[in-house]
């Protein structure tokens, strides 16, 4: 099946502690994105990668760092620096950048920091 | 700042009744999606309608869009309980005719079908 997978689906996390997020896609899709969700609020955009090696930040970036060393996978890594890390957290996949092509979503990875 | 913000936030009707739900936006676009969004889950797209189109079908959907007033709508008609999600416009606020990098998206309005 084609798809775009996140795991683990909920992940708990101390304070002072970095946690990386797993997005894989197989999809073939260049373009991939991470967003929070809060309760209540819609989707913030945290970084997204148009191409393979490549990412731009999004609305939200401060405290998350990425990667996107193939185009199957665009982990994200919540480090300890981000103030308010617990939330839900979707990536997605679109089959080229820009806003005329839908995006794709995973099941989502709920973050909750004790 | 998000772009796009939906009425009403939340909205519970009966099976069998149509549900409309309306976005509005601030800049302009060269498109407007809906997406739903099933509790504790992903989004998945519903339709995508373009500045230039007025109105859009898809099955039991309809869109429309009007840039003049700078919103759109979503109306499902013949509601089932599998409605029963949250719906949210995502618009590009245009960079250039080729689109913008990014999508931003609204509150959502929460619908519940009652059986």
């Known amino acids: 099946d084609g798809g775009i997978t996140q795991s683990p689906k909920y992940l708990f996390r101390k304070e002072g502690q970095n946690v990386t997020l797993s997005c894989e896609q197989n999809l073939n899709h260049d373009a991939m994105y991470w967003y929070r969700q809060d309760p209540g609020q819609g989707l913030r955009l945290i970084y997204y990668s148009q191409i393979v090696n490549d990412f731009q930040k999004g609305d939200i970036a401060e405290g998350y760092s990425v990667s996107r060393e193939k185009k199957e996978s665009f982990p994200l890594t919540v480090t300890s620096a981000q103030k308010n890390p617990t939330a839900f957290y979707l990536c997605?996949?679109?089959?080229?950048?820009?806003?005329?092509?839908?995006?794709?979503f995973g099941p989502g990875t709920r973050l909750t920091v004790l | 700042s998000q772009q796009g913000e939906e009425d009403p936030q939340a909205l519970s009707i009966q099976e069998g009744e149509n549900a409309t739900m309306n976005c509005s936006y601030k800049?302009?676009?060269?498109?407007l999606q809906w997406y739903r969004q099933n509790s504790g889950r992903g989004l998945v797209h519903l339709i995508l309608i373009r500045s230039n189109e007025r109105e859009k079908h898809s099955g039991r959907l309809r869109v429309t869009l009007d840039t003049s007033k700078k919103s759109s709508s979503l109306l499902i008609t013949a509601s089932r309980a599998a409605d029963t999600a949250s719906y949210f416009c995502a618009t590009d606020g245009k960079i250039s005719n080729f689109g913008n990098e990014k999508l931003t998206f609204g509150t959502g309005t929460r619908l519940t079908i009652i059986p």
């Open positions: 997605a996949s679109s089959i080229k950048g820009g806003s005329y092509n839908e995006q794709f």
């Open positions: 800049t302009s676009i060269n498109n």
